[in-house]
């Protein structure tokens, strides 16, 4: 026999209220069906858009930290190019030359002191020179660090102007610069 048959048998075979009380309840059946179906199509959809809105997000990040290595290896790049331009500078006597230049020789309080230390990862060092100028102007102390910025390899790492004798202005200046430095292997 078919199932149709069986079914409509069945049907047939009870009461009037008896076949209500059937229908109902298969349509309250189906009815809760629908619902829990609905409702775990909702449920899901919203886990997943939340899932996504996460991936987006992690995305972004991923692609801000690729944007800043490849600045990183752009700028290293060029730090490079300018390191190997000039392989024997020297720091303290570019300075030396500088002040002559200026003729701020006699404001040096005392000898630039050099100091060098290996900076990220064993592939620089960064060599320091501090100085100190006592008695100069405005316009001489303008000069210096023009000429200092103008420098690409140099750049200034500390500046401190106290108010000298008369007109004039005492200061300690540290500038630096890097060196590769060679692998001992």
Do not use: H, W
Not at 60 to 89: G, H, M, P, R, Y
Request: net charge positive; aromatic share 8%.
């Amino acid at each position: 026999m078919n199932i149709l048959e069986k079914v409509s048998l069945l049907l047939l075979s009870k009461e009037q209220e008896d076949f209500y009380k059937y229908i109902g309840g298969y349509a309250l059946g189906l009815f809760i069906i629908c619902i829990s179906i609905i409702g775990y199509y909702y449920s899901a959809t919203s886990n997943l858009k939340s899932n996504l809105q996460s991936l987006y997000k992690t995305q972004q990040e991923c692609k801000l930290l690729l944007e800043k290595v490849k600045t990183i290896e752009q700028q290293k790049e060029s730090v490079d190019a300018v390191l190997n331009t000039e392989k024997s500078f020297k720091i303290k006597n570019y300075f030396e030359e500088l002040l002559r230049s200026l003729n701020l020789t006699p404001n040096q309080k005392r000898d630039a002191e050099v100091t060098e230390e290996e900076i990220l990862k064993n592939q620089y060092s960064e060599i320091k020179l501090s100085a100190q100028l006592q008695g100069i102007s405005m316009k001489q102390l303008c000069q210096l660090l023009e000429t200092l910025e103008k420098k690409e390899r140099l750049y200034t790492k500390d500046l401190i102007i106290t108010k000298g004798r008369g007109p004039t202005i005492d200061v300690a200046i540290t500038i630096g610069t890097l060196k590769q430095v060679t692998s001992k292997d």
